[in-house]
Nanobody
Framework: QVQLEESGGGSVQPGGSLRLSCAAS????????MGWFRQAPGKEREFVAV????????LYADSVKGRFTISRDNAKSTVYLQMNSVKVEDTADYFC????????????????WGQGTQVTVSS
């Protein structure tokens, strides 16, 4: 069974940066597309970014495009989300997800979910 563990959340001021990490306990990490999703208080979970197995293909939500970068290190079985120029509206719990189907993961269909890490953006 794959487990995903997010880290790196915390409090940051608007305009600041934060890097989230998601470590996977899986020997077949590189067979999975990986994604980041977020859920703000009182709102539904939403897509943030997804990366293909090789890392060659990435997709982003319009709300984070140009500010966030998803990347992966298959040797470390870890996926990252670099968050730059953060805004108050980026405040949410951020979840890591994995699935062998890139297209499905893009729309939130994931075989494995992490427990989440909280990000708070405030001045």
């Amino acid at each position: 069974q794959v487990q995903l563990e997010e880290s790196g959340g915390g409090s940051v001021q608007p305009g600041g940066s934060l890097r989230l990490s998601c470590a996977a306990s899986i020997h077949t990490f590189n067979r999975n597309a990986m994604g980041w999703f977020r859920q703000a208080p009182g709102k539904e979970r939403e897509f943030v970014a997804v990366i293909s197995r090789s890392g060659e293909t990435t997709l982003y939500a319009d709300s984070v495009k140009g500010r966030f970068t998803i990347s992966r290190d298959n040797a470390k079985s870890t996926v990252y989300l670099q968050m730059n120029s953060v805004k108050v509206e980026d405040t949410a719990d951020y979840f890591c997800a994995a699935d062998t189907n890139f297209g499905g993961l893009r729309v939130g269909v994931a075989g494995i979910w992490g427990q989440g890490t909280q990000v708070t953006v405030s001045s």
